[in-house]
């Protein structure tokens, strides 16, 4: 992995690649990173375009700490035959296995600079960051690309909790990722309107071959990046679940959803939500993964609290059971006797799937940060 991490990190290093050919195709891993507090000339479509096609070799590309801005740069056609500093070998000139966009966006960049420089690249992996910061009005009106976004998997690490910054962003990629490409979405949400966005890009034609999700609703991050779950909060997919809608996705295979105990709701078992959810999948569903945080100490709860018999009800429709292959449920715990919380949890789990398990379909295991 390259990393070049200064203001004015873009052209100091386009000015060393061209110089330096050889190097530039040993170049495999690229971190481009700028300053949050200082920042230098914006990234663009156009000047990273200029970096990209000195490494033939690129596999991953990681940007942050940038502000994304094309307004005075000429926008890159990637559907352009040729370009002022090089032939484009396709339609869409640069192939990444994966590309991470986010890190401290700048609260001045321009939604669809981001999407321009997205749709330069084939990628296979896309993960992205961001937060309240971007300006929403550069993309509250409708913009156009060149080419769609073409995304076989897609992680979006949102930590938006303004409804509005949400929803342009679910819908900016609803209405740019090319429909039937992806694949794979993991996903977290942390306020009602991310939901609420998310739905109408589960259901629209981008997420149409959709086979895998993993969905999560953003909790705290403590020191050491520990999950500190919803303190003081209430997790708004326990509330805002029913508007999600799966069955919208009818080549749904695997489904990944997250519990967190702490600040657990007090009018509802703690699985609740992820039992609905469970029921809303389509009949095509063949994996599911429950993965409960934080669990507490066996002396504090009961399996009522848990609330896995709603999820055991979900999953064991007879035309489901037939179809899945496996349940996993995931448990993570706090106490550091964790091994007599575990046999408590494991038997737990089984009579409560007593179906799932009885067919040899059911996994209890720990699990780690």
């Known amino acids: 992995m390259v990393n070049v991490c200064e203001p004015d ?155 509005e910054h949400a929803a342009v962003l679910f819908d900016a990629l609803s209405a740019h990722l090319q429909p039937g490409v992806l694949r794979r979405l993991d996903v977290s949400v942390d306020s009602a309107g991310g939901i609420r966005g998310l739905q109408r890009l589960l259901s629209g034609a981008a997420c149409s071959n959709l086979t895998y999700l993993d969905l999560k609703s953003k909790p705290q991050i403590g020191h050491y990046g520990l999950r500190y779950g919803w303190l003081g909060h209430k997790d708004p997919l326990q509330y805002e679940w029913p508007s999600l809608d799966l069955a919208s996705c009818p080549r749904l295979e695997s489904l990944v959803l997250h519990v967190y105990a702490q600040n657990p709701p007090s009018d509802m078992p703690l699985c609740s939500a992820a039992a609905g959810i ?63 919380a575990a046999e408590w949890y494991r038997a737990t789990c089984e009579a409560a799937f007593s179906a799932v398990h009885a067919a040899g379909k059911l996994e209890v295991v720990r699990m780690r940060y």
Not at 50 to 73: C, E, H, K
Not at 87 to 112: K, W
Not at 288 to 316: D, E, F, R
Not at 317 to 335: A, G, W
């Open 9 to 163: 990190s873009p052209a100091q290093f386009t000015a060393f690649i061209k110089d330096h050919p050889r190097v530039a195709k040993s170049i495999v891993q690229l971190r481009l990173r700028g300053s949050y507090e200082h920042p230098g000339p914006p990234m663009n479509a156009t000047i990273l375009t200029s970096i990209l096609f000195q490494l033939p070799n690129l596999q991953q590309l990681v940007l942050g700490d940038m502000r994304y801005d094309g307004t005075n740069a000429a926008n890159v056609d990637p559907s352009a035959t040729t370009l002022a500093i090089g032939p484009v070998p396709n339609d869409r000139p640069f192939r990444l296995a994966r590309f991470i966009l986010g890190f401290d966006t700048h609260e001045r960049s321009l939604l669809p600079e981001i999407f321009r420089i997205i749709s330069l690249f084939e990628v296979e992996e896309l993960s992205l960051g961001f937060s309240d910061s971007f300006d929403i009005a550069s993309a509250s009106d409708p913009f156009s690309l060149s080419l769609p976004l073409f995304v076989r998997s897609l992680e979006i690490n949102q930590t938006i909790k303004s409804k």
């Open 278 to 340: 469970f029921l809303q999948a389509p009949p095509t569903l063949r994996c599911a993964t429950l993965k409960i945080w934080h669990c507490p100490s066996k002396n504090l709860v009961n399996a009522k609290w848990l609330g896995l018999q709603a999820v055991a009800k979900a999953l064991s429709i007879p035309s489901r059971l037939l179809r899945l292959e496996k349940l996993t449920v995931q448990l993570q715990s706090d106490e550091r006797n964790y091994e007599g």
